[in-house]
C-alpha cells in the first residue's frame, strides 16, 4: 500500500511521519515538500535513514496541480498536514491563501480527477475557526459558529480550504480541527516576533502534543485497515483535543514554561503586554468523541512540560539569570515586531489596538499590576467578578450555545434545517431534503443565496458571510440579525460596536464605522 502525505517537514507532519513508518501494510510514502524546506526534509530522513527507501519525495507547492497529481498517484490515502501558520502566516498572508485555501482546493481538485480507487483524505483544519473564546462560553464542539477573528488570515484562509473539502466530491473524506499543539520547538517558535503576545491570558486552551497527534493519524490508518469506518468517521467533522487533563488558560501556558528558568509568567509579562480579545483559544467539549476511536491521547501538558524541560537542560541556566534582565532582553525586545500589541499601541494601529482590546481607552484602562488584573486561575474575571475555575472547567458545568435544533440527533428534519437558517437570519431555498449529504440552497441575512450540505451548516457549523470570499469580517453588524453568531459575539464584543474590519489588497489592516 502507498500512502501520501503533506506537510511532513512541520511539527504535526513530523511526528506523523515517524509513527506511519511503523505500520507494515505501508510500503510506499509519496510526500509533498517544499523547495525551501529541503534542509528540514534531510534532518527528518536521516532520523528516518532505515526507511529511506519508502520514501518518494515530491518537491513542490501544494497549489500546483502538477505536484498534487504525483503526490495522489497510485495512493490509497492522503494525509492533509500542510499549512501556514502564525506567525509565518501574519508576516506573509499571501502565503497562507496560498497553501491553506488555494492548496487545499488544488488538491482536492486533484483528488475529486480520481473516478476509480480514488483515496482517502484526512484533512486538517484547526481550532482557529471558532474565534476567540473566554469565561462566558469556553467550551466548543463541532456545530458551534465559526467567527473567525478579524485580521487573521489565516483562520480565514482555513475557513475556506475546509468548507472545499466538506462540499467536495471526495467520496471518503474527514476533517480533523486541531487544537493548540505543544511540540519540541515550542519557545524557539515562539520567541521570533510579538506572536505571544496574542495570546489573552484567560484564553481557554486545550492543548494536545505534537507526538499524540502524530499517533492519530497513524492510528487513523490502523483502524481504518482493521474495520470499518464508515459510520464513524468518514465524512465527519471532528476536534482533536488533549482532554481534560491539558484544559487551561493563556496564562498557565506561559507560565509553565517560564517555570523552566525559575520564574513565572508574572516575572516577565505585564497585564497590558498581551491581548485582551481576538485571539482563538477553547476548551473542546467533544474532544473525547474522537479519542474514543482511535485512542492516541497520552501526553498530558504536565509531562509534556516535565520531559522538555529534560530534554533542555541548558534552559535551567536562567535561573541564575536576574528575572528583569530576561524580561528586557527576551520579551521587551520583541515590542519591536510589527507582530506585537505594544507596537500597534505605540505606532497608532487602530485597527488592531481596536480588535483586540476594544480601543486605545480600554487598552489604557488594563490594570498595571497583577493584584488588580482578573485572572481566571485566580478565580477572577477580567472585570473582576468572582468565578470558580475549578468549576469552570468541568465539562458537566459547560454552558453550551443554542443551535436551534438538537446536534446530538442523528436524524435530521427539513424542519430542522429550516429553524436553524432562520436563527442565523436567513432561510433555506430547497424545498425538499432527504440525505444531509446532498447540495442545498440557501440564503443569509443580506440576501446572498449560497449552495452547502446541511451536514456543512448544521454539523460543521460553516454559514456563508463576507469572510469566505475575501478579507473582511462583518460580526458587528451581522450579530445584531443573526441569534447564532450573537450568541458567541457578544462574549467579547459590546452590543453598541460598530466596526467593519478588513485588509486592503497589500494586507494592510483596515476598520470602518458602519
Given at each position: 500500500m502507498k500512502i501520501a502525505v503533506t506537510g511532513v517537514t512541520g511539527n504535526m507532519g513530523q511526528a506523523a511521519l515517524e509513527e506511519l513508518v511503523k505500520i507494515d501494510e505501508i510500503e510506499k510514502f509519496n510526500l509533498l515538500v517544499l523547495p525551501s524546506d529541503k534542509k528540514r526534509w534531510n534532518k527528518l530522513c536521516k532520523k528516518l535513514k532505515t526507511h529511506k527507501k519508502k520514501f518518494n519525495v515530491i518537491f513542490g507547492s501544494l497549489a500546483n496541480k502538477e505536484a498534487c497529481e504525483k503526490l495522489v498517484?497510485?495512493?490509497?490515502?492522503?494525509?492533509?498536514?500542510?499549512?501556514?501558520?502564525?506567525?509565518?502566516?501574519?508576516?506573509?498572508?499571501?502565503?497562507?491563501?496560498?497553501?491553506?485555501?488555494?492548496?487545499?482546493?488544488?488538491?482536492?481538485?486533484?483528488?475529486?480527477?480520481?473516478?476509480?480507487?480514488?483515496?482517502?483524505?484526512?484533512?486538517?483544519?484547526?481550532?482557529?475557526?471558532?474565534?476567540?473564546?473566554?469565561?462566558?462560553?469556553?467550551?466548543?464542539?463541532?456545530g458551534d459558529p465559526l467567527l473567525v477573528s478579524p485580521y487573521d488570515v489565516y483562520s480565514a484562509a482555513k475557513m475556506r480550504g475546509e468548507f472545499r473539502v466538506l462540499e467536495s466530491d471526495i467520496k471518503n473524506f474527514a476533517v480533523i480541527r486541531q487544537t493548540a499543539m505543544l511540540h519540541s520547538n515550542m519557545l524557539s517558535d515562539n520567541m521570533s516576533d510579538g506572536l505571544m503576545f496574542h495570546t489573552c491570558f484567560n484564553s481557554p486552551l486545550e492543548w494536545s502534543t505534537a507526538h499524540d497527534s502524530g499517533v492519530l493519524m497513524a492510528n487513523i490508518?490502523?483502524?481504518?485497515?482493521?474495520?470499518?469506518?464508515?459510520?464513524?468517521?468518514?465524512?465527519?467533522?471532528?476536534?482533536?483535543?488533549g482532554g481534560a487533563e491539558n484544559c487551561v488558560t493563556g496564562y498557565d501556558t506561559l507560565n509553565d514554561g517560564f517555570k523552566i528558568i525559575g520564574g513565572s509568567a508574572k516575572d516577565f509579562f505585564e497585564p497590558n503586554f498581551n491581548a485582551t480579545r481576538n485571539f482563538h483559544g477553547v476548551w473542546f467539549y467533544d474532544s473525547k468523541v474522537l479519542d474514543d476511536i482511535f485512542h492516541y491521547q497520552s501526553q498530558t501538558v504536565k509531562e509534556f512540560w516535565s520531559d522538555f524541560e529534560k530534554k533542555n537542560k541548558i534552559m535551567k541556566a536562567g535561573k541564575i539569570v536576574p528575572k528583569k534582565l530576561i524580561k528586557k532582553l527576551a520579551i521587551e525586545r520583541l515590542f519591536k515586531s510589527?507582530?506585537?500589541?505594544?507596537?500597534?499601541?505605540?505606532?497608532?494601529?487602530?485597527?488592531?489596538?481596536?480588535?483586540?482590546?476594544?480601543?486605545k481607552e480600554k487598552y489604557d484602562a488594563i490594570a498595571k499590576k497583577w493584584d488588580n488584573f482578573g485572572l481566571l486561575v485566580e478565580n477572577k474575571t477580567l472585570d473582576g467578578e468572582k468565578i470558580d475555575f475549578e468549576k469552570l472547567k468541568d465539562r458537566k458545568n459547560a454552558k453550551m450555545i443554542n443551535h436551534y435544533f438538537d446536534l446530538d440527533s442523528k436524524k435530521l428534519t427539513i424542519k430542522d434545517l429550516q429553524e436553524v437558517a432562520k436563527a442565523h437570519g436567513g432561510k433555506l431555498i430547497s424545498k425538499k431534503f432527504s440525505d444531509p449529504y446532498e447540495k442545498l440552497e440557501w440564503e443569509n441575512s443580506d440576501g446572498e443565496r449560497f449552495f452547502a450540505r446541511a451536514y456543512t451548516v448544521l454539523y460543521a457549523g460553516h454559514w456563508f458571510n463576507i469572510t469566505y470570499k475575501e478579507n473582511?469580517?462583518?460580526?458587528?453588524?451581522?450579530?445584531?440579525?443573526?441569534?447564532?453568531?450573537?450568541?458567541?459575539?457578544?462574549?467579547?464584543?459590546?452590543?453598541?460596536?460598530?466596526?467593519?474590519?478588513?485588509?486592503?489588497?497589500?494586507?494592510?489592516?483596515?476598520?470602518?464605522?458602519?
Open positions: 498517484e497510485g495512493v490509497s490515502y492522503v494525509l492533509g498536514m500542510a499549512a501556514v501558520i502564525p506567525p509565518l502566516s501574519d508576516q506573509h498572508p499571501e502565503w497562507a491563501i496560498e497553501c491553506n485555501q488555494v492548496g487545499i482546493d488544488t488538491l482536492v481538485s486533484v483528488i475529486e480527477n480520481i473516478k476509480e480507487n480514488q483515496p482517502k483524505f484526512v484533512h486538517t483544519s484547526t481550532l482557529a475557526l471558532y474565534g476567540n473564546r473566554n469565561h462566558i462560553h469556553p467550551f466548543a464542539r463541532v490508518i490502523r483502524e481504518d485497515l482493521s474495520r470499518d469506518l464508515s459510520k464513524v468517521f468518514w465524512k465527519k467533522c471532528f476536534n482533536l483535543g510589527p507582530n506585537a500589541a505594544k507596537y500597534w499601541v505605540k505606532h497608532n494601529d487602530e485597527p488592531r489596538v481596536f480588535a483586540y482590546f476594544g480601543g473582511a469580517w462583518d460580526f458587528d453588524r451581522l450579530a445584531k440579525k443573526d441569534k447564532i453568531y450573537a450568541e458567541l459575539w457578544y462574549d467579547s464584543h459590546a452590543k453598541n460596536e460598530d466596526k467593519f474590519y478588513y485588509m486592503d489588497e497589500k494586507f494592510n489592516a483596515r476598520i470602518k464605522n458602519l
